[in-house]
């Protein structure tokens, strides 16, 4: 699916100027089912979102996870509220977040995301860091979807979000094209907090976002650099959580 015609006025700076004639041309509908929204502003509709499984506290699956974020006193919560249900609605969603060009998904699913996982652990960050892309990456696609998914929580918590403080210093191939052991090994010293960066995260709680879990290991490698800087606590955060 191309970027929509409000994706393509969000890059030209011209959305609000021109938004009502384009949901004249182009009635807002939702991406995932083509039903009609209602709204210009979203881009889901609330049947696809109340059809994705919700993940529980008491999963093991959830359990399982943080446990594996928690490992070297690391992590210290873990905050993610669906499940990346194969051929569901929400991997649909972060398919053209990440591979279609479609940006505004991350920053509406960041907002939502928010709204239903706002607890103690979330309010008490101090700033939020985006799980970066490595340059080549970047270039590729363009942007960082994780970088959209906080601006949708920041829209929402009023933290402030720190990007270009942690760097993939490292290519890695992509994790969804490796096993279980290979992704464990493949991240560890991927990224590194600049020296001239430290004193941003140094002695903060800091929510680490990403857009979805399987082993963790990603999240594990970035927030063990942010803990090498001096961050005090870390608390990851994904949209989904992949089985």
């Known amino acids: ?106 920053e509406e699913l960041g907002v939502r995301l928010a709204e239903t996982s706002l607890c103690d652990a979330m309010s008490g960050a101090e700033a939020i860091v985006p799980v970066p892309l490595h340059r080549a990456k970047f270039r590729e696609r363009g942007y960082n979807q994780s970088a959209f998914i906080a601006r949708g929580i920041a829209s929402v918590t009023g933290q402030t979000i720190l990007e270009r403080v942690l760097l993939r210093t490292r290519f890695t191939p992509s994790q969804t094209a490796l096993g279980v ?34 082993t963790g290991a990603t999240l594990h490698a970035c927030a063990t650099a942010l803990q090498s800087a001096g961050a005090v606590r870390i608390i990851a955060c994904a949209l989904a959580l992949a089985s």
């Not at 004249?24 to 609330?46: E, L, Q, Y």
């Not at 052991?181 to 800091?206: E, L, Y």
């Open 1 to 106: 699916m191309s970027p929509s015609p409000v994706d393509i006025l969000h890059r030209t700076g011209l959305r609000w100027m021109l938004l009502p004639f384009v949901d004249f041309a182009f009635p807002p509908v939702c991406i995932a089912c083509d039903a009609r929204c209602g709204d210009s502003n979203r881009k889901v509709c609330a049947s696809c979102l109340s059809s994705i499984s919700c993940v529980g506290q008491a999963d093991q699956l959830y359990w399982r996870a943080r446990a594996r974020l928690a490992s070297g006193g690391v992590v210290a919560g873990l905050i993610v509220p669906w499940y990346f249900d194969k051929d569901g609605p929400l991997q649909r969603l972060i398919h053209l977040l990440k591979y279609g060009g479609m940006s505004s998904i991350g």
């Open 181 to 214: 052991p290979q992704r464990r090994v493949n991240m560890p010293g991927a990224f590194t907090v600049p020296p001239r960066r430290r004193s941003d995260v140094g002695g903060k709680c800091i929510l680490l976002v990403d857009d979805v879990i399987t």
